[in-house]
C-alpha cells in the first residue's frame, strides 16, 4: 500500500491546528486544577467561618447561661446584681439589645437596658405557638434554646435566646437576649470580612444576613450547616475577585502563550513553505538559465569553429588565387609585354601613330603585370610559405612602405626560425590588417612592428604615432571594425589573445599566441 503524505501546502493549518489543540489540552488541564485549587480554598474558608460562628455563638450562649446560674447560687439575686451582670454581658457582646427575665407566668420582670423592654414586649407578643411549645421541652432538658429569628422594630432582624431558670428545682422562668442579626454576625465574622468573600446566612431558605452584597455568587460557592439549640442556619460562601492573584492566572497566560506560539509556529510554516516554492522557482529558473547558457556556449563554440574554419578557407582561397595569378595570369601578360616589345623594336624604324598606341599598351601591360604581382603578395605571399615569417614580414614591411610612404621599423629576433604553419599565417594576417588601419585611420608617418619568444609564446606588438582610437569605442568594442574583430579571431583560435591599448598618442596592438600550437579543432571539410 502506498503511504499518503500531507500536501505541503497544508502544512501551516495542520501546524495551526495541532499546536491550537495541545495549546487547549494544557490549557483545561492547567483550568481544572486552577478550579480545584479556587475549589479547596473556598472550603476551607467556609470551615473557617462556620467554626468561628458555631464557637462564638456557642460562648454568647452559655454567658447568657451563666447568668441563669445567678438563681441557683441564692434563691434569687437583687435586682442590682442582676442588672449590673446584664450590662457587663452587653457592652462585651455587639448586637445584643436586651436581657429580660420573664416570670413563669410570661411576665417582664427585669430587663436591661430599661428601653430594651420595647423589644422583649413585642417578642413576647410576636411568639408563635411553636416557639411556646419549644419553650416548654427546655424544662425538661434545662438547656438554652434558640428559636427563629423575628422582625420588630423599624423592619430590624433579631435572634432571641432563651436560657430556662431554676431555683433547685423549682421552675423560676426564663432569661431571654435579644440579639440584633447584623451587628451579631458582623462581629463574627469581623476577622474574614476583608479576605475578599461574599457571606450570606439564611434560615427556612430566607436570608438573614448578606456580609457585603457587592460579588455576584460564581461557580466557587459552598454551603455549610450552621446547628444551634432550637434552629438550624445555612451558611453559602463565594470568593470575589480579590481571591485571586493580582497577575493573571497561568491557565491565561498558557493560553495567551500558546495561541500566540500557534501563530509564529503556523506563520513559521507559512513562510518557510513560501521559501521553499521560491527556491524550486529560482532552481528551475536556474536550471533553464544554465541549459540556455550552455547552448549559447555550443552556439558560440560552434559559430567560433566555423569563423575559424572560414578564416583557414579564406587563407587556402587566397593562396590559391595567388598562385594562379602568379602562375598563370601574370606569365601571360609577361609574355604580352615581351611580344608588344619585341613589335615596338620592329617599328621603331617607322615611328607612327600605330607606335605610340603600341608603346602605351606595353605600359599598360607592365603596370597590369605589376599590380597582378602586388595583389598576389597581398593575398598570399608566396615567401611565407618557402622562407618563413622572418622574410614575409620585412617584404610586408618594405612593400607597405613603398606603397603608402609610412616608415616601418622591424625588430625581429635572429633565432625566430620556422614556426607552425598557422601561426605564421595568423601573425602575418594580423601584421598586415594592423598597418593597413595605421594607414588607414591613424594619421601617424611611422609604425613599428615587433616580434619577440616570451616563455613559450610569441609576441606581436604594433604600434604608431598616430591619434588612437576613442575610448568609449575601446570600452564598448564598436565601431573597431570587421578587421580587428578578424585579428581577434584568428588569435582565439589558435588559444592567444589580442590586446589593444590606445590613447591620444599613438596606438598599441598585442598579439600573443603560443609557439607550439596543436591544433585541435576539427571541422567537416565543405564540399564546393
Not at 462556620?50 to 438563681?71: G, P
Not at 432582624?157 to 451579631?184: K, M, N, S, T, Y
Not at 457571606?199 to 446547628?227: D, H, M
Not at 609564446?457 to 564598448?476: A, H, R
Request: hydrophobic share 40%; net charge neutral; proline share 5%.
Amino acid at each position: 500500500m502506498q503511504k499518503k503524505h500531507i500536501s505541503p501546502a497544508w502544512l501551516p493549518l495542520v501546524v495551526a491546528i495541532v499546536s491550537v489543540t495541545a495549546t487547549l489540552v494544557v490549557w483545561r488541564a492547567l483550568r481544572k486544577q486552577e478550579h480545584v485549587q479556587v475549589e479547596r480554598v473556598v472550603k476551607l474558608a467556609t470551615y473557617s467561618i462556620e467554626a468561628d460562628m458555631v464557637a462564638d455563638m456557642d460562648i454568647r450562649i452559655r454567658d447568657l447561661a451563666d447568668l441563669a446560674r445567678l438563681w441557683q447560687i441564692r434563691d434569687q439575686p437583687s435586682k442590682q446584681e442582676f442588672e449590673t451582670r446584664a450590662t457587663l454581658y452587653i457592652s462585651h457582646v455587639p448586637g445584643c439589645v436586651a436581657i429580660g427575665w420573664i416570670s413563669p407566668e410570661n411576665a417582664l420582670k427585669w430587663v436591661v437596658p430599661v428601653d430594651g423592654d420595647i423589644y422583649v414586649r413585642q417578642l413576647l407578643a410576636g411568639s408563635s405557638e411553636s416557639v411556646r411549645n419549644k419553650l416548654q421541652s427546655t424544662l425538661q432538658t434545662r438547656s438554652p434554646l434558640v428559636t427563629p429569628t423575628i422582625v420588630l422594630l423599624q423592619d430590624e432582624r433579631v435572634v432571641p435566646v432563651w436560657v430556662p431558670v431554676f431555683a433547685g428545682d423549682q421552675f423560676e422562668g426564663f432569661i431571654v437576649g435579644v440579639f440584633r442579626v447584623h451587628p451579631l454576625l458582623d462581629d463574627i465574622t469581623s476577622d474574614h470580612s476583608d479576605l475578599g468573600y461574599e457571606v450570606v446566612v439564611t434560615e427556612a431558605r430566607r436570608p438573614i444576613y448578606i456580609l457585603s452584597n457587592a460579588i455576584p455568587e460564581n461557580e466557587w460557592a459552598q454551603e455549610a450547616k450552621i446547628e444551634l439549640p432550637g434552629t438550624e442556619w445555612r451558611l453559602r460562601i463565594w470568593p470575589g475577585a480579590k481571591v485571586f492573584p493580582d497577575t493573571l492566572p497561568l491557565s491565561r497566560v498558557v493560553l495567551l502563550g500558546g495561541l500566540i506560539m500557534s501563530l509564529q509556529l503556523s506563520l513559521t510554516a507559512f513562510l518557510g513553505l513560501r521559501e521553499r516554492n521560491t527556491a524550486k522557482r529560482i532552481d528551475a529558473v536556474n536550471r533553464e538559465l544554465t541549459a540556455e547558457n550552455a547552448e549559447r556556449r555550443r552556439a558560440e563554440e560552434s559559430l567560433h569553429r566555423l569563423s575559424g574554419r572560414l578564416l583557414s578557407l579564406q587563407d587556402e582561397e587566397r593562396r590559391r588565387i595567388a598562385r594562379e595569378l602568379h602562375d598563370s595570369t601574370a606569365q601571360l601578360l609577361y609574355g604580352l609585354t615581351i611580344k608588344l616589345k619585341l613589335l615596338s623594336e620592329s617599328l621603331v624604324s617607322s615611328p607612327s601613330q600605330e607606335t605610340q598606341a603600341l608603346s602605351e599598351s606595353m605600359q599598360m601591360a607592365d603596370q597590369c603585370v605589376r599590380d597582378i604581382r602586388t595583389i598576389s603578395y597581398l593575398l598570399h605571399p608566396p615567401s611565407l610559405d618557402e622562407l618563413g615569417l622572418a622574410p614575409a614580414l620585412r617584404s610586408l614591411a618594405k612593400g607597405f612602405t613603398e606603397r603608402s610612404g609610412i616608415k616601418v621599423d622591424l625588430s625581429l629576433p635572429e633565432d625566430l626560425g620556422r614556426l607552425p604553419r598557422d601561426v605564421e599565417t595568423a601573425l602575418f594576417r594580423i601584421v598586415q590588417e594592423g598597418l593597413s588601419n595605421v594607414h588607414r585611420h591613424s594619421g601617424s608617418k611611422t609604425a613599428r612592428i615587433k616580434v619577440f619568444n616570451a616563455g613559450g609564446e610569441i609576441v606581436l606588438v604594433i604600434s604608431d604615432d598616430g591619434k588612437g582610437f576613442p575610448p568609449e569605442i575601446l570600452v564598448t568594442s564598436a565601431g573597431l571594425g570587421v578587421g580587428i574583430a578578424g585579428m581577434r579571431e584568428r588569435a582565439r583560435q589558435l588559444g592567444g589573445r589580442l590586446e589593444i591599448h590606445s590613447s591620444s598618442l599613438g596606438t598599441e596592438v598585442m598579439a600573443i599566441l603560443p609557439s607550439q600550437y596543436e591544433k585541435t579543432i576539427r571541422m567537416p571539410v565543405l564540399q564546393m
